[in-house]
């Protein structure tokens, strides 16, 4: 059987966390830039992933901040009820693995950044978070 698998994402595009303090989470659903996701093809799973934070000194994602220089990135599709963390940098955690096709196509997805304990620098930094459709 055939399946369209496409999603798009509102606003997209960049997500300003802003200044976060050393050892603090801050959440899309506390600063605004929730992300909605619409299914467009068939029934899909979602999948997740990030990337390490780079400019200056590089933050390592993992699924603790106490190393330095180690950050947490985690997604809710729960409107920040649960959070579910990215393990480490490029690799895909199932966010929803029952996404429906319909009415009910639309979900809000919510980022938590928690920045590390300790940092070498305080440089901004940047990362990249992908959404990945995907057969369920």
């Known amino acids: 059987t055939a399946s369209n698998l496409s999603l798009s994402v509102a606003p997209g595009g960049t997500i300003p966390f802003g200044t976060i303090a050393l050892n603090t989470a801050s959440t899309t659903y506390g600063n605004g830039y929730t ?22 000194q590089d933050w390592i994602l993992n699924t603790s901040n106490a190393t330095l220089d180690n950050y947490m990135m985690e997604v809710s599709t729960t409107t920040g009820s649960t959070y579910m963390k990215l393990p480490s940098t490029n690799t895909n955690i199932t966010a929803s693995s029952s996404w429906p096709t319909g009415a009910s196509n639309t979900q809000l997805l919510g980022f938590r950044l928690t920045t590390p304990n300790t940092s070498t620098d305080f ?9 990945t459709a995907v057969a369920p």
């Not at 992300?35 to 200056?56: F, P």
């Not at 440089?123 to 959404?131: A, G, N, P, W």
């Open 35 to 56: 992300q909605t996701v619409t299914n467009d093809g068939s029934a899909m799973k979602l999948n997740v992933k990030a990337l390490d934070m780079t400019e200056g």
């Open 123 to 131: 440089v901004q930094k940047s990362t990249t978070i992908t959404l």
